[in-house]
């Protein structure tokens, strides 16, 4: 249409503000055509201060992407929906500080869990890994495998536990963790500890409650988050 904001495909949201800066990421990483955010009534609002927070946010999604990477979010309001066209475009959007994250995360658990996730324990079954992992996980299935500098990017929004030598399995770090991303397993070698970090939200209970110290918790994965990996 001549509006940006004519679209059929709009999405009403109480504010512009639930959309965390992962949930962004994604969001940027798989859409194919600008991305419009209406900012017409923010000025006015009494919770404007989250159009800072999204500034922020967007400008850290393009600083991990690179140097060269073009924002696909726009800036537009109903007075004047037409965007910036100039070489300036990026200095615009960073100066100029879709549904609600629940429905987000609907989308995204339509998509079919990997298999290794679906055998995991019974005791597990009950926790869920938070809806905006759920969507990091959605846009990493849409993205072809060798769109290697979205892959990282969203790579970088999931994280990484580790066990050294003193971990001995015990049950109180995978009874902490409130997604089931830390779970015990039992084979004919004795008991493993396994890590899935596709579930992990980063929140570090299972640091803070691990009697031995034994486990460290880092952002970022270097494999595909989805696959579960023996760590103890």
Known sequence: GRSALA????????????????????????VTRDLYLDVGQCVDCPNKEALGLLHA????????????????????????????????????????????????????????????????????????APAGYRLLHAALALLPRDAWRERHLLFSYHHSVRADENCDCCPTCTGMCPTGALQRRQDGNGKHLIFISSRCSGCGLCVDFCRKEALTLQAGVLHEPHVASRIA
């Open 57 to 128: 946010r967007i400008g850290a999604i393009l600083g991990k992407s690179g140097s060269d990477a073009a924002p696909r979010f726009r800036f537009v309001s109903e007075a004047n929906s037409q965007t910036t066209e100039s070489a300036g475009q990026r200095r615009f959007f960073l100066r100029t500080a879709a549904n609600t994250l629940r429905e987000f995360g609907g989308v995204a658990s339509s998509f079919p869990a990997p298999a290794r996730e679906e055998a995991a324990a019974n005791r597990h079954q009950e926790k869920e």
């Open 7 to 30: 679209f059929k495909n709009r999405i009403d949201v109480p504010c512009l503000g639930i959309l965390a800066e992962a949930v962004l990421a994604a969001m940027h990483c798989v």
